[in-house]
């Protein structure tokens, strides 16, 4: 996991979103914390360009619209050209059908280096079903140590299937690819009630594959315990009169602050 | 008061925004500090999907564009239809043609359980005509307490005209039906320093009566009350080098961690 | 310096911003951290009428799209009309063919009272060219104190012909009209891990020319001096666990409660 950081530590990745206006502030605050350089870009006239000059795509489809479908498109297409690392968050798939059918659109027209999403969103793409409960995972989809063969079979299957590795989070977060999955058990709780952690999350995940191509499953799965752990560091700062602003703003601290030492040994996780 | 937000707490509404790109985060983390959950969609091809899954939609003119603005009419329809509350927050109206004439349509087309705003928006939809200097209120136009009973009396007619409950907040917060209205002393000069207080206090509105179903007026005046309390313990929070950034946090933070308890003691108002 | 910041205080100009979503809401926090109240609209069927209403315009192209790029020259040009300040940040000119042309056409058919850049942005306008690396200075470009008098000279040049005092940031920021320039030593490296320092820059600066009519090129270096003396007294309040989020929080607060006898006082700058 070391390495994997100081790569982007090393590397500075510019990174391309095309993400929602809820969390982008975030997004780009994340990108800077982690060592990466942001730039967000959505109308067709610019996103092919602007994808030409980045190392690594983040698209999300939250607050999706007309004219962002079509760019999101087109700046997977262009990156997959030119190699370079694609992440889709399939934020809210399964809740509209606008939804799902752009995040299966994406899958299939875009060769997706990492698909990051919840249960509810990952298994809606890979079922054609789901119980999508707004944004948020719903209850009865949650991996848990019981189900947790099963999700890890399943998220085995679903990268095979697509040829991108495969990260489900949760309580327990899973990042596979065909042959070997990542089950995490970094994070907190609480971190489900600050707006965009997912969304971090993805773009975070950019920079990481941006700046380890080749390995992009060890790349994956450290930007997930990378994030896991800034909550769990965040959370041990908290005063007892905070609460989730100022639990956002110290977990885009902690990942400002983190070594690669501390990602090292703070990483909670297990091959199966 | 206290019935009113455990009952937020207990049923975690999912709350649908359509709102402007300034202040959505503080939005959704607000709607999660609550104890509510935000998605937010504003494309006419999921909009009414996205309500249905819902319990409350919250409408909120500050940057609308030709876009968002049938979404909205959509989104409200559709709410309607379900009998969902639907909050409208008519940001700046007064001050364009474009945004008078939405929030007009809106009252017309769509049954709205509360309408919230300042004065001078307030009057605008009511008279059709007002002096909004930009998105604050007009000095002129302010509620204060030798104009308190004229205030009063105007928003129960225009609660009555309108079957809406009529919010104006400022100085002194009024909350109104067509019978009964409450005079709400809570919160703080220096909220107006921080975007988005009164568009977080629509989304939070929205929360509150969708897990208050029947109850609209108790509800609005329950979240006009929690907001001005977190208002004032935040400021008691504040650092003698903090200024505005520091209390959009505090102010949140207060939410998140504000008990029922707290509220129901904390909540200064009167019944006219 | 003093009195310029004064000014603002006093008169809490109303300043329109057309911008980028990444950055607006801190945008809108930086307007009321100095005492200017902000109004955001980017609808073509709104922009000139919001124009209208206020004292100062703020156009930033980052995240631009076919639908704000005429709003963004309709506004311009109604500024013009009534002889109100307009700010441009050309955020990534350089890096794509539709910012390039957006921030020239800008350029050639508004009158800009100041534009405002990193180096790299400010030369592809000046000459046609450039190297811009995304959204952030190329560090072949950045003026350090070897460059400075050829900086000043181009600056001073570029002013004259386009008739804009010109507002290079970096490492020294340079401050110039055609006679005469200021050389800026404020500022932290730090500011530009924070999102939207630069976005929040111009706003500011917005800001100060509204309420500062006549004076553009002093009003420009106090937006300057200021918000660079913000970052130094924010960056002495970080903790040794803060980072950027923290950060972008201490500089807004800095802001709100920067005097004008410290921005007199703690202003480093020469005059060339």
């Given at each position: 996991?070391?390495?994997?950081?100081?790569?982007?530590?090393?590397?500075?990745?510019?990174?391309?979103?095309?993400?929602?206006?809820?969390?982008v502030n975030d997004c780009a605050n994340m990108l800077l914390a982690c060592g990466a350089s942001p730039i967000m870009?959505?109308?067709?006239?610019?996103?092919?360009?602007?994808?030409?000059?980045?190392?690594?795509?983040?698209?999300?489809?939250?607050?999706?619209?007309?004219?962002?479908?079509?760019?999101?498109?087109?700046?997977?297409?262009?990156?997959?050209?030119?190699?370079?690392?694609?992440?889709?968050?399939?934020?809210?798939?399964?809740?509209?059908?606008?939804?799902?059918?752009?995040?299966?659109?994406?899958?299939?027209?875009?060769?997706?280096?990492?698909?990051?999403?919840?249960?509810?969103?990952?298994?809606?793409?890979?079922?054609?079903?789901?119980?999508?409960?707004?944004?948020?995972?719903?209850?009865?989809?949650?991996?848990?140590?019981?189900?947790?063969?099963?999700?890890?079979?399943?998220?085995?299957?679903?990268?095979?299937?697509?040829?991108?590795?495969?990260?489900?989070?949760?309580?327990?977060?899973?990042?596979?690819?065909?042959?070997?999955?990542?089950?995490?058990?970094?994070?907190?709780?609480?971190?489900?009630?600050?707006?965009?952690?997912?969304?971090?999350?993805?773009?975070?995940?950019?920079?990481?594959?941006?700046?380890?191509?080749?390995?992009?499953?060890?790349?994956?799965?450290?930007?997930?315990?990378?994030?896991?752990?800034?909550?769990?560091?965040?959370?041990?700062?908290?005063?007892?009169?905070?609460?989730?602003?100022?639990?956002?703003?110290?977990?885009?601290?902690?990942?400002?602050?983190?070594?690669p030492a501390q990602l090292e040994e703070g990483a909670n996780y297990e091959v199966r």
């Open positions: 996991m070391k390495q994997i950081l100081e790569a982007v530590r090393r590397q500075a990745p510019l990174v391309h979103s095309i993400t929602n206006y809820v969390t870009a959505d109308d067709i006239d610019e996103v092919e360009e602007i994808t030409s000059l980045c190392q690594g795509l983040n698209l999300n489809i939250g607050t999706l619209n007309r004219n962002t479908i079509p760019a999101m498109l087109a700046a997977g297409k262009k990156a997959n050209e030119l190699n370079r690392p694609v992440v889709l968050d399939p934020v809210g798939a399964g809740a509209s059908r606008l939804r799902t059918e752009t995040a299966l659109a994406l899958l299939g027209e875009v060769r997706l280096t990492v698909l990051r999403g919840n249960i509810s969103e990952i298994k809606t793409l890979a079922l054609g079903s789901g119980t999508t409960k707004g944004v948020d995972a719903d209850l009865a989809d949650q991996v848990t140590e019981t189900a947790l063969d099963g999700a890890v079979r399943f998220a085995k299957d679903f990268a095979r299937r697509s040829g991108a590795v495969i990260a489900i989070t949760g309580a327990i977060d899973i990042v596979a690819d065909g042959e070997k999955a990542y089950c995490i058990r970094n994070g907190h709780p609480m971190m489900g009630r600050v707006t965009g952690t997912g969304c971090q999350l993805s773009a975070l995940t950019a920079a990481f594959l941006a700046a380890n191509p080749g390995v992009p499953l060890e790349a994956a799965a450290a930007a997930v315990c990378a994030m896991g752990l800034c909550g769990e560091l965040a959370h041990q700062r908290l005063g007892h009169l905070d609460g989730n602003a100022a639990y956002r703003n110290l977990i885009l601290d902690a990942m400002y602050q983190l070594t």
